[in-house]
T-cell receptor, first 108, second 115 residues
Framework: GQNIDQPTEMTATEGAIVQINCTYQTSGFNGLFWYQQHAGEAPTFLSYNVLDGLEEKGRFSSFLSRSKGYSYLLLKELQMKDSASYLCAVRYGNKLVFGAGTILRVKS | EAGVAQSPRYKIIEKRQSVAFWCNPISGHATLYWYQQILGQGPKLLIQFQNNGVVDDSQLPKDRFSAERLKGVDSTLKIQPAKLEDSAVYLC?????????????FGPGTRLTVT
């Protein structure tokens, strides 16, 4: 199968840094996306990685290691509005397979 | 630019009834997707269209679900007859193409409750 594993829930404090990990099966890998989904809303695109290394976009960064089947999303200077579910999605061929999401709770 | 439009936003039906969802993708997006998202899970691809042709429908329960994309623009997803386990949010997404880096843009979804 094409299992994508990420922690179910995480809690962090406003202003802090949090890292959300994602592991996936490497066979057929063709790119990795991170999406943010607020409760009751549609997923919105955060980042895309296809080569190894770190992609930085403002307060959000995403890292990929293709050989290890591993990615993480790094959120800096956490804000209350960052409380949401973060979905790791891997493209296998032309198909995007989503993990179950990590619910991030930001507390003051 | 206008985003992906979906209707209705909410639907409550009894089991064994029929229901249809509508999606209008972003203008110019050739690829359209229907996902099912059950509470607490990530979206699961049901069907993917490239223009008006089906690219992948391997996870579509074809005994009860059907989808079409006439003229390569709008799409409808139908469930007939509905089961309790079909209660979920049905998300429509579109992208410019099917290449590896193409980002998918999601609509607001239709929340279906089957009682």
């Amino acid at each position: 199968g094409q299992n994508i594993d990420q922690p179910t829930e995480m809690t962090a404090t406003e202003g802090a840094i949090v890292q959300i990990n994602c592991t996936y099966q490497t066979s057929g890998f063709n790119g990795l996306f991170w999406y943010q989904q607020h409760a009751g809303e549609a997923p919105t695109f955060l980042s895309y990685n296809v080569l190894d290394g770190l992609e930085e976009k403002g307060r959000f960064s995403s890292f990929l290691s293709r050989s290890k089947g591993y990615s993480y999303l790094l959120l800096k200077e956490l804000q209350m509005k960052d409380s949401a579910s973060y979905l790791c999605a891997v493209r296998y061929g032309n198909k995007l397979v989503f993990g179950a999401g990590t619910i991030l709770r930001v507390k003051s | 630019e206008a985003g992906v439009a979906q209707s209705p936003r909410y639907k409550i039906i009894e089991k064994r009834q029929s229901v249809a969802f509508w999606c209008n993708p972003i203008s110019g997006h050739a690829t359209l997707y229907w996902y099912q998202q059950i509470l607490g899970q990530g979206p699961k691809l049901l069907i993917q269209f490239q223009n008006n042709g089906v690219v992948d429908d391997s996870q579509l329960p074809k005994d009860r679900f059907s989808a079409e994309r006439l003229k390569g623009v709008d799409s409808t997803l139908k469930i007939q007859p509905a089961k309790l386990e079909d209660s979920a949010v049905y998300l429509c997404a579109s992208s410019l193409g099917t290449g590896a880096g193409y980002e998918q843009y999601f609509g607001p979804g239709t929340r279906l409750t089957v009682t």
